[in-house]
């Protein structure tokens, strides 16, 4: 009866793990929006660069925040 117990195959880890592997590539989007912010705003002057800049920082830092997040639930 273990053996039988040890072979069944559960779906739910694998689904999470996609999950934990989307959010991680969702976080690697989230540097490069804001490496891209900080290029752009080195390289134009509109006189809204903070904003922006301090947009994608939020950005990035809810991205991180939903990952660890759902590391503890998941």
Known sequence: MEALELT??????????FALAALALYIIFAVVIT???KVMTA??????ESVVRFLSVIHLLFAILVFITALMVL
């Open 8 to 17: 069944t195959f559960n779906i739910w880890i694998v689904i999470k793990i």
């Open 35 to 37: 490496r891209q912010v």
């Open 43 to 48: 390289t134009l002057t509109l006189g809204f």
